[in-house]
């Protein structure tokens, strides 16, 4: 890594970064409670996560200003593991997990994430930010008025405070100015500390105490799989959204890489598997943070707030967090996307509205996406399909037919290309020409099969001429047409 890179990366928005970093570590310290209790472990196991998490990938990373530690999308798969099997074996699970995602950046997998459609990627930031804002639903029901007043207050401040000066991000004012009112008044409203208990030391290397056998892999193997395929998912979909709000590029290889090694350690010091956070890394951005600094001061300070000033910490209310959370949702969610709804093609609509409505009824950020891609695949294969013409002439002599393909011939295809030739015509020689066409798959080789060899059954001499290299080769392994040798094949010049 060259001298500019490092100093473009991590000194070149000091201030900013440090500032927003600390906005994201009092951010995290809620939801790394939260996470902990969704997956039936300690608090300490969701923070220490965090802070181990995201040191770690402002290192590694492969997408500065992108912050990552324990997510809820990950510890709804840990939840049955831990009751069944224990803690212990959670953390076997998380190192195993940071293997198999170390493995996967080493096989370039993060290139996977061209497959995935700007419809999916904005199904799932709409999903996101609806699925935070549910998230809070619980923090305003069944609540004094002062929580209202708190929530609205610290709205207005994050979003009156940017009118009058950008020097400090106006969601850490927010939340210092309403914990100091809050104590001041004495209100008696819900606060950090009265989601669980903040760890008072350190967190310590340790080795998970599970049995190093076979049996102990079978057990942890698929859950460590299914996180480290939600992992992944969740931190390549993060990081091509904060690509599109910093106006810069990341390397998702790398990432994949840097999100295994961050779990591997975070396994070794008692922290659960985590992974990108959408959520965090919005805030992080809003807030002014751009570079790997932003990261590492965000991890660094939520281990000295929840071990050296949980004090303090624990007065922080939870209306203020709340309020930051309403307003992350509020920018994390697309609201063009309503009004492109009309003006978009149907098929990228659907596969839009069919992500967002499966990733917030399963709350399973993995399931919505696989949606959106299958109906991606779906549609595309549909529309390639139609793109398929056939036209034919008849020499002079009525006794035979030259047919002209132009198009793709894949499974999606195939039928169509069949259905274009009148194989009962009374014909002596027929000519086809795929000089403009492509044969993609075994399936378009069985098509041009079944023309050919209902073709022969009535008789008829066919010329298959045209196939390009790649065709030509996939039609001589796998034709059967051509073995008798009825048919002449020409390859294309």
Not at 53 to 62: D, E, K, M, S
Not at 107 to 128: D, E, H, Q, Y
Not at 274 to 291: E, F, L, P, T, Y
């Amino acid at each position: 890594m060259s001298i500019h890179t490092i100093r473009n990366e991590w000194f070149s928005n000091v201030r900013k970064d440090l500032l927003a970093g600390l906005v994201v570590a009092l951010a995290l310290i809620p939801e790394a409670i939260a996470f902990s209790i969704i997956a039936g472990v300690d608090p300490k196991v969701g923070l220490y996560a965090s802070f181990s998490i995201a040191t770690l990938i402002a290192f590694v990373g492969g997408r500065p200003g992108m912050i990552s530690a324990a997510t809820g999308a990950m510890a709804l798969v840990m939840v049955t593991l831990v009751k069944t099997h224990g803690l212990e074996y959670l953390l076997a699970a998380t190192v195993l997990t940071g293997v198999l995602q170390v493995v996967a950046g080493a096989l370039k997998l993060g290139g996977l994430m061209r497959f995935v459609s700007r419809s999916v990627v904005t199904g799932f930031v709409n999903a996101l930010a609806i699925l935070i804002f549910l998230a809070q639903l619980p923090e305003l029901v069944n609540v004094t008025w002062h929580v209202y007043a708190v929530t609205a207050a610290g709205l207005a401040i994050i979003y009156g405070l940017p009118l009058l000066t950008r020097a400090v991000p106006s969601p850490l004012v927010a939340i210092v100015v309403l914990t100091g009112v809050v104590m001041a008044l004495g209100l008696d409203i819900r606060t950090v500390g009265d989601m669980g208990a903040l760890p008072d030391s350190l967190p310590v290397f340790l080795i998970p105490d599970v049995p190093l056998t076979w049996d102990t892999l079978a057990i942890i193997l698929p859950y460590s799989l299914t996180l480290a395929v939600v992992g992944l998912l969740e931190s390549m979909m993060t990081a091509t959204i904060v690509d599109e709000l910093t106006d810069t590029r990341s390397d998702k290889n790398r990432e994949c890489v840097g999100q295994g090694i961050a779990n591997v350690a975070t396994g070794f010091v008692g922290g659960m598997a985590g992974c990108a956070m959408i959520g965090q890394s919005v805030i992080n951005v809003k807030s002014g943070g751009r570079g790997r600094l932003s990261a590492l001061t965000a991890g660094l300070a939520l281990l000295v707030l929840v071990v050296f000033l949980g004090d303090w910490v624990r007065q922080i209310p939870m209306a203020a967090l709340v309020a930051v959370m309403i307003m992350v949702s509020i920018g994390t969610f697309n609201w063009a996307s309503i009004r492109n709804l009309r003006a978009h093609p149907a098929s990228s609509s659907v596969v839009m509205l069919a992500t967002v409505a499966v990733t917030v009824a399963t709350h399973d950020l993995a399931k919505g996406v696989l949606t959106g891609v299958l109906l991606s695949g779906f549609f595309f294969a549909h529309k390639v399909g139609r793109i398929l013409h056939v036209r034919s002439r008849l020499a002079d002599d009525g006794r035979s037919r030259d047919y002209e393909v132009a198009g793709q011939v894949f499974f999606a295809s195939a039928d169509r290309f069949v259905e274009a030739f009148d194989c009962k015509e009374a014909l002596e020689r027929v000519r086809i020409d795929v000089g403009r066409a492509h044969f993609w798959d075994i399936t378009a080789v069985s098509a041009l099969d079944r023309v050919v060899l209902k073709f022969r059954r009535e008789g008829t001499v066919v010329d298959v001429v045209g196939l390009n290299e790649a065709s030509a080769t996939l039609v001589d392994r796998f034709a059967v047409h051509d073995k008798g040798g009825s048919a002449d094949l020409v390859p294309g010049h």
